[in-house]
């Protein structure tokens, strides 16, 4: 096999050679000419290759940030990032909006926040299984993406790492993930239905905020902690079971959801303001025994809520009003033997449990 040297001029007038022993003169052109080829990907090709505006140009890098050149490109399309990268650093992409496809080579080990932060045009991305974080605003306003494979080597997604992601369907955590960051997922108004791994300890504030075509979730025994708003305005969630694990339940967590039932785990000791505030399909409500205080409308304009038992034998603090407000039940169900007033938030109290 005869060995070529290709150069290439870069739109900043610089000629980089294209030298790797193993391609012969025709793997170099198809690399250079189509940087997503499967040729290109199968050699793990060293170096990086770009198209912008209809021109390709390669380029010997071994980090990338936001002053390599690719910073709010709108001309860039396409590129094939080379197995030479190590990092891509802030905001590297931020602002491709031409950008459709990427794939992300193993030698990556680290990708900062902000990355491909709106970058409107991509539609899928592979990431490296070297990578370990899904940082901060990683995919954020990324509004053509319709999937992603996240590695499993991932344990931990950042706040408003996809948040925005408006075409994104379904997705897959991977196993070795223990915490979703703080609106991870806000506005992914396609998702239909997401499984989260167990091991996953914590579910940030706003992780699901307005997913409103969301009709599945599976939250695992490990989970502890549920923010605020988490699931807010989720109008096609129709069950939720949440694990015993969980102590309280956040302000508005569920607020106008579509809950038809839910399950609320024996280790809760308190449900937060309109925690279920105008979840007006859900039939009924166990409150555990463990409940020591009520937020202020919590059960506010449950309008379907028929049937509410309260297994706590003293009466959980009532913060606040409307926390029965506008229900359909007129009475609430309590242990017998158990402390409560004639009258508990608006609702008779009928000793029967």
Known sequence: M????LFTFSSL????????????????????????????????????????????????L??????????????????????????????????????????????VTSIAGYAFQGCTSLTSITISSSVTLIDSSLFQGCSSLTSITIPNSVTSIRFSAFDGCTSLTN??????VTSIGNSAFQNCSSLTSITIPDGVTSIGS?????????????????????????FENCNSL?????????????????????????TIGSGVT?????????CDSLTSVTI????????????????????????????PTLVGSLNFNNVSASVIHVPIGATYPATYGGLTVTFDL
């Open 2 to 5: 005869t060995i070529y040297p």
């Open 13 to 60: 007038g610089c000629c980089y050679p294209i030298v790797n022993s193993s391609l012969d003169q025709t793997d170099k052109i198809t690399a250079a000419k189509f940087p997503m080829s499967a040729s290109a990907t199968a050699r793990s090709y060293p170096y990086t290759i770009d198209v912008q505006s209809g021109n390709t140009q390669t380029r010997n």
């Open 62 to 107: 071994t980090t990338i940030d936001n002053t390599d050149g690719y910073y709010q490109d709108a001309n860039l399309t396409s590129i094939y990032i080379g197995s030479n990268v190590t990092s891509i650093g802030t905001m590297s992409f931020n602002g491709c909006t031409g950008l459709s496809s990427i794939v992300i080579p193993n030698s």
């Open 171 to 176: 997705i897959t955590i991977p196993s070795g």
């Open 206 to 230: 706003y992780a699901f905020y307005t997913c409103n075509n969301l009709a599945s979730i599976t939250l695992p025994d490990t989970v502890t902690s549920i923010g605020s708003y988490a």
């Open 238 to 262: 129709t069950s939720i079971n949440i694990p015993d694990g969980v102590t309280s339940i956040g302000n508005r967590t569920f607020n106008d959801a579509g809950l038809v039932s839910v």
């Open 270 to 278: 308190s449900i937060g303001n309109y925690a279920f505030n105008i």
């Open 288 to 315: 555990p025994s463990g409940v020591t205080s009520i937020g202020e409308g919590a059960f506010n304009g449950c309008t379907s809520l028929g049937t509410i038992n309260c297994l706590a034998t003293t009466a």
